[in-house]
């Protein structure tokens, strides 16, 4: 799969706390032809295994008018045990149909109900 970096939200980024995607995207002023008829997807993918402490993560999509506005606006992986985010597990765990009437920036937010040792994401816009 060939990426573009400016629609990377999370690069094998570290989920030791809650925390907002390291990147959010400008979808642009006039955001109206995004997939210019396709639909366009994010997708969540495991990079490296959580810790298997009793734990949970909760995974929201953001929006806003700006970057420094973002809020969450709907839960794109409603909390799952991080011991199921194992490494056997490794791979897609959310592909998400991008909603109409998005503000101009979004990012994730992940929300642990503990701190955890160990465990990345990557996370991406993508068609197809």
């Known amino acids: 799969m060939i990426l573009d970096k400016?629609?990377?939200l999370s690069d094998g980024q570290a989920i030791t706390a809650t925390a907002a995607s390291e990147n959010s995207i400008d979808l642009g002023a006039a955001n109206l032809d995004i997939g210019?008829?396709?639909p366009v997807f994010l997708e969540v993918w495991l990079d490296t295994a959580f810790?298997?402490?009793v734990n949970t993560l909760t995974i929201t999509l953001q929006d806003g008018a700006t970057v420094g506005a973002l809020a969450d606006i709907?839960?794109?992986m409603p909390a799952r045990a991080t011991s199921l985010l194992l490494a056997a597990n490794r791979?897609?765990?959310v592909k998400f149909s991008l909603p109409e009437g998005l503000k101009r920036h979004i990012g994730l937010?992940?929300?642990v109900s503990v701190g955890l040792t160990s465990g990345k994401l990557n996370a991406f816009l993508t068609i197809g």
Do not use: P, R, V
């Open 36 to 38: 210019q008829g396709n």
């Open 74 to 76: 709907m839960t794109i």
């Open 91 to 93: 791979g897609l765990l």
């Open 51 to 53: 810790d298997t402490s």
């Open 109 to 111: 937010n992940y929300t």
């Open 6 to 8: 400016q629609l990377i």
